[in-house]
């Protein structure tokens, strides 16, 4: 038993030794979402708090947010996150992909798949209440006539 | 990070082992995602090969995954709909943008990039999910028609009650009706909006 502890312990301290990138940037992109859309505050700050960790070149990590393993199952996500879709370099799809991007975003929303479940039971201030759910789906449908 | 990891280095060891079984898991679906797609690539490579791609032919390989994918849907059949989306992707892969005019490739180009996302999606999802991006797929295929033409007659069809009624479109390459948005819930909900002929 205790040489099965030692044996972890020297596990989980090596592999925080493993070295993995870091998803963040210190310069926000002219391709930004945000930055090129004229959206009020409120709204701006909505996209922020509850997407742009795993869908930017941003992320705002949590304290164990680079301890692996977690961070490695952060990473992941972010990963999927981004291929999907990248608020940083928004303005480099193409205007097709950008209205199905933006189509998208209003599905996933109104059905309650986005944000993930998982990522608002660490980050439950990230959640949207129907009420900022409504006027986020106002707001984009209006981009998206 | 490093002041914090101490105190909480008890709670973070008791959770390690677990987490490390859930990521090797994940990492063997990873694997297995990527030898499907290797074969994918093989097969795509054999279909580019044998495919006599002019004029409105061209597009014949699209249609008929397009029409795969609708049929499967107007069935409620959510596999052959996934397998349908892997080959329109693997189908749109193969199109040759080059041999259509010049100053519409860019178009063509954008649409056939978000097309074959669509695809993908379609490829991977429960079946109201492969509906709402068969039904965005639609107008993209439509406007591909645009450019590219068509190797048959197609009607386009349009049911007003989709998505909450704000309504859904999808061609389909008869003119009767068998709703794809719906499939048996509301099969005859739709009606000829407009025919692209050859």
Partial sequence: MKKAAIIILILSIGIQFIPMPKNQSNEVPKTDFLQTIEAPVNIQQMIKASCYDCHSNNTNYPWYGRVRPFAWLLQQHIDEGKDELNFSTFQEYSGRMQREKIRSMISQISDGKMPLKEYLWMHPEAELTNDEKEQLIKYLEKLNP | ?198
């Avoid at chain 2, 389909?172 to 009706?177: F, G, K, L, P, T």
């Fill in chain 2, 1 to 198: 990070m490093d002041t914090k990891q101490s105190k909480k280095m008890k709670t973070t060891l008791l959770t390690i082992g677990l987490a490390l079984t859930i990521i090797s898991c994940n990492n063997s679906k990873t694997e297995q995602k990527a030898a499907d797609n290797t074969a994918e690539t093989a097969a795509k490579a054999e279909n580019t090969a044998t495919n006599d791609q002019e004029g409105g032919k061209a597009i014949t390989p699209v249609l008929d995954a397009y029409l795969a994918v609708k049929n499967a849907l107007v069935n409620d059949n959510q596999e052959e709909a996934a397998k349908a989306g892997g080959t329109l992707a693997t189908a749109l892969e193969g199109l040759d943008i080059s041999q259509f005019d010049a100053d519409k490739q860019t178009e063509l180009q954008e649409i056939v990039e978000v097309a074959k996302n669509h695809g993908e999606h379609i490829a991977e999802s429960e079946i109201g999910h492969q509906r709402e991006h068969f039904e965005a797929l639609s107008q993209d295929i439509k406007d591909m028609t645009a450019i590219v033409g068509t190797d048959r007659a197609l009607y386009y069809q349009y049911c007003p009650m989709y998505n909450d009624n704000k309504g859904g479109m999808w061609l389909s390459a008869s003119e009767e009706i068998k709703n794809p948005l719906f499939g048996a819930k509301m099969m005859k909900c739709g009606k000829v909006q407009e025919v692209i002929s050859l």
